[in-house]
Every structure is written in structure tokens, then in C-alpha cells.
């Protein structure tokens, strides 16, 4: 889409991401091991998160995020951008009904402050 002065204006993004500061760990799957990371920003389709890990692109995850009858939702992702400082992109994949009810709920809260 074009705007009056025929700048490209357009969301990449399919979900709207919210900032949020929230300590949780990940489980590096070809490893069975559990790490630490802080939350920066979440949507629906994924979490950007900062941790001293080193990380490749395409390393599957298990995020754990609190909520859920037992203390933390276990969601499968994978890496799909990493970077030199710590910040690394990662990507949901299918996710149960109760996982995407559950982060809809977070994201929508967080959007209200």
C-alpha cells in the first residue's frame, strides 16, 4: 500500500508483537538442556528473547512460559533469527488450543497497560 507521498507502507508482521520483560526458560532440544532468557516482546506467532546462549538458526526449542494447569506452558519453536548480542527470534510452532488461548489472553492484557 502507498501512502500520499508514495512511501511503501505495510506490516510484515501477521501478529502485533507486545513488549513485555518476563524471565523464562527454554529447553535446547538436541541437547535436554534447560536455559534461561528474558522475554522481550511476544505475539502469537512467537517470542523475541535475550539470553548469553548461543544459539544457531534453526535449533528447536521448548519455551516455557508461565501459566496453565501446571505452572508453565511447554511450546515447541524453532530459531529463526539470531543475532550478535543476544537477542534471538524465535517462532511457535502448532501450538494446543489451550496454548493459543493462553497467549492470545497474555498478549491481549499486556496490550491494556
Not at 538458526?57 to 533469527?81: K, M, N, Y
Not at 539470531?82 to 494446543?96: L, Y
Request: charged share 25%; proline share 4%; hydrophobic share 40%.
Amino acid at each position: 500500500m502507498s501512502d500520499a507521498e508514495g512511501e511503501l507502507n505495510f506490516e510484515r508482521r501477521r501478529y502485533p508483537r507486545f513488549n513485555v520483560k518476563l524471565p523464562v526458560e527454554f529447553t535446547i532440544v538436541s541437547e535436554n538442556r534447560r536455559c534461561r532468557a528474558i522475554v522481550d516482546n511476544i505475539s502469537l506467532a512467537g517470542v523475541l528473547i535475550l539470553t548469553d546462549e548461543k544459539l544457531e538458526q534453526g535449533t528447536p526449542v521448548i519455551v516455557h512460559l508461565p501459566g496453565g494447569p501446571t505452572g508453565l506452558f511447554d511450546i515447541e519453536a524453532s530459531i529463526v533469527r539470531t543475532s550478535v548480542v543476544g537477542e534471538f527470534g524465535v517462532a511457535f510452532g502448532a501450538m494446543s488450543e489451550d496454548e493459543i488461548e493462553w497467549v492470545t489472553s497474555f498478549v491481549e492484557n499486556r496490550s491494556a497497560l
